[in-house]
């Protein structure tokens, strides 16, 4: 049985928390292991404040520091076995915890990510049809991330990029895939 530490950085999304920390409080009561719930905010909110004490979760402010830094600090307050960081909350399915936990505790996976396709806004490559993928998830064994020393602390928008391809160039086991994917690999 995993416990699992979530965290989800709303410096920007603020007006999601509530839904996802709702959904989140859904997926963890149908799980056998426990989840933490951290989020990082960029400066305190009273409203904020009030829901995370409602969900039973844990803020962190955090203001003036790069990406790889906030999630660092974050990493480091949780005591979780598994540690999980969610980019796009609003658009993960009911299931995404539990998938996470069938691959990492019962298939042995050191690490997964869920990616999701983001359109271009460039107008010229939406018309060729080319959409980046961006990761949803990212979720790594705490063992794994300690052994790698967490993310780049100097890094913005490329920091589970850079550690997901440190994890890979230190041959851990990592399951990549959009979440249809993983529900399939991990049936």
């Known amino acids: 049985m995993n416990t699992y530490s979530v965290v989800i950085d709303f410096r920007r999304g603020y007006s999601r928390a509530e839904r996802c920390l709702a959904a989140l409080e859904k997926l963890a009561e149908r799980l056998d292991g426990e989840v933490e719930r951290w989020f990082i905010v ?87 049809g080319r959409a980046r993928l961006h990761t949803q998830v990212f979720a790594v064994q705490r063992v794994w991330f300690e052994r790698l020393g967490g993310f780049d602390p100097e890094l913005e928008g490329r920091a589970e990029r850079d550690l997901l391809g440190r994890l890979q160039a230190c041959h851990a086991r990592v399951l990549q895939c959009r979440p249809e994917e993983c529900r399939r690999s991990v049936s």
């Open 42 to 128: 960029d400066r305190p909110r009273l409203s904020l404040g009030k829901l995370a004490e409602r969900y039973g979760a844990r803020t962190l402010t955090l203001s003036g520091m790069a990406r790889g830094a906030r999630l660092n600090a974050a990493a480091n307050c949780s005591h979780g076995d598994v540690l999980v960081f969610i980019e796009s909350p609003s658009e993960l399915s009911d299931t995404w915890l539990h998938e996470i936990d069938q691959a990492l505790r019962l298939q042995a996976w050191d690490a997964l990510v869920l990616v999701a396709e983001r359109r271009s806004v460039s107008a010229w490559l939406s018309r060729i």
